[in-house]
């Protein structure tokens, strides 16, 4: 833009649209709101030059509204290639106050439907601040900004970039030729931007896993958040945004009704759990795999049969990998279900199920139904169909959790930033999670809204059960 603001996105045209959105969102996410409110004047953010890294929705531009609001300056990239809301992205990069024609907002590099380069393209824009800058705070949601910084200053000290061979994931070689690259352009750019970085605050499951690797083999580079694992967070959002969010990702790529279906949910964890009860809110008879004896035996409590995937992979019709783990439905599977089966992912990464596999089957043919639906054709005349091509279904057939699941998440984003920028040095080069007093200021700021009378605890009950008035109310390992 004449006024220097960078982005790439689909179409600024549908900027009115998206404002629109986020305005009825607003009035969803009254966390996001209430830290407006409570940190407008006092602007901690003031100086944060923060990366984010997360799904450009709608719900994601009040959060990035948000953090401007608090004195950030901010650059963003979504975090799937599939999950960019094009209009939401269009109203961040314009502004509540700017026009398509002189946008005043947030430089965005996003849209729907990236090829790989494209994401990556974005991923390493999402870092060069106009004035040859990198940021001083990354805000990820599945690591892959955290991994480019790692990787960069790995690959910089090595002085090279290793060579790709072709038995390695296609996106590896995307990210190896990115930082090849840089490493050409300038030596030292990872090594610079790294010692600038004040720490990472961690979206998902997969992206705190990887935190975790780094913080174990010594190579995390600056403190983390593990936004995670805020109960508020992933109790609430990994289930209840799940529970919301699968069906509508499969009614919107089939509308096949699901009501008196068989569905196989694989993986009973906190995604798995609201998956579970979202097709059985429907009327399908969900069954549930599983390699946690704790989360089988909770699955077998709540009423669901526990199989393994090989004994009912040829008479059930749904499937949703919901694990954080490879290989979990394999092409040789898929050649044996149901003509029809639905085949679906809503874990972060596309390698729960074997897309390469399937690809290359013998007499294999893709018919793409519509984007995002693809029907695949085997020889013997069957077929299956595969949502957003293994990536997660919920954000590439449908548009993610709704606005007040994720209020809860991105309030505690947003806590998160604000401790690791306004207190360096505080928080060591380690995975930290949020106070649970912070945790519970996130559901207290969401009880009105769904008009919830909290009892208030009396001074000598206080005293008899161990715990202050104010709170926190619980020990720390209680598990909700
Ligand atoms: P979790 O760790 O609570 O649950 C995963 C479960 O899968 C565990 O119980 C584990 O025992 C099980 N599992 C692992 N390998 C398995 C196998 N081979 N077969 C059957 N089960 C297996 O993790 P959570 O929080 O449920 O997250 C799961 C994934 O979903 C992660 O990749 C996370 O990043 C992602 N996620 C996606 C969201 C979305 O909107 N699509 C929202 C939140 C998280």
């Not at 502004?95 to 849209?111: I, L």
């Not at 003509?339 to 972060?348: D, K, P, S, T």
């Not at 920028?421 to 995975?431: H, I, L, R």
Request: charged letters at 25%; one cysteine or more.
């Amino acid at each position: 833009a004449a006024n220097g603001l960078e982005y790439k996105v689909r179409d600024l045209s549908l900027a009115e649209f998206g404002r629109n959105e986020i305005r009825l969102a607003e009035h969803e996410m009254p966390g996001l709101m209430a830290l407006r409110e409570e940190y407008g004047d006092s602007q901690p953010l003031r100086g944060a030059r923060i990366a984010g890294s997360l799904h450009m929705t709608v719900q994601t531009a009040v959060l990035i509204e948000t953090l401007v609001a608090l004195g950030a300056d901010v650059r963003w990239v979504s975090c799937n290639i599939f999950s960019t809301q094009d209009e939401a992205a269009a109203a961040v990069v314009v502004g509540a106050d700017g026009t398509a024609d002189d946008p005043k907002g947030v430089a965005v590099f996003a849209w729907k439907g990236e090829s790989l380069p494209e994401y990556w393209w974005c991923s390493d824009q999402l870092l060069r601040w106009p004035d040859g800058e990198g940021p001083n705070m990354i805000l990820d949601d599945g690591g892959d900004v955290t991994l480019l910084v790692h990787k960069g200053v790995e690959f910089e000290k090595a002085g090279a970039v290793p060579s790709y061979s072709d038995d390695e994931p296609e996106e590896w070689g995307v990210i190896l030729d990115t930082l090849r690259a840089s490493l050409a352009e300038d030596p030292q750019r990872f090594t610079k931007m790294a010692e600038g970085i004040r720490g990472v605050s961690e979206e998902t499951t997969t992206g705190v896993h990887r935190l975790y690797e780094l913080a174990r083999d010594g190579q995390l580079l600056f403190p983390a958040i593990n936004v995670n694992d805020a109960v508020t967070k992933s109790k609430f959002d990994n289930k209840y945004g799940c529970r919301h969010s699968l069906i509508d990702g499969i009614n919107r790529a089939t509308d096949v009704l699901i009501g008196g279906k068989v569905a196989v949910v694989c993986g009973y964890g906190d995604v798995g759990k609201g998956s579970a009860e979202s097709l059985r809110g429907q009327g399908a008879r969900v069954i549930v795999t599983e390699i946690d004896p704790i989360c089988a035996l909770q699955a077998a409590m709540d009423g669901y049969q526990v199989a393994r995937l090989e004994d009912v992979v040829e008479t059930a019709d749904i499937f949703i990998t919901t694990t954080g783990n490879k290989d979990i439905i394999m092409a040789d599977d898929m050649a044996r279900m149901k003509h029809q089966a639905i085949v679906g992912n809503i874990g972060h990464f596309d390698n729960e199920i074997d897309m390469v596999g399937l690809a290359r089957t013998p007499g294999i043919t893709k018919v793409d139904i519509k984007p995002q639906v693809a029907e695949w054709q085997f020889p013997d005349g069957h077929s299956i169909i595969v949502l957003s091509e293994g990536r997660l279904l919920n954000l590439g057939n449908a548009t993610g959790h709704p606005s007040f699941v994720m209020s809860n998440s991105f309030t505690n984003q947003t806590m998160a930033q604000i401790e690791l920028f306004t207190k360096p040095g505080e928080y060591a080069v380690d995975v930290h999670v949020l106070p649970k007093i912070l945790d519970e200021k996130v559901a207290r700021l969401h009880l009105d809204a769904l008009g919830v009378r909290l009892t208030e605890l009396k001074k000598d009950q206080a005293e008899y059960i161990g715990v202050d008035v104010a709170g926190p109310y619980k020990p720390d390992m209680y598990r909700y």
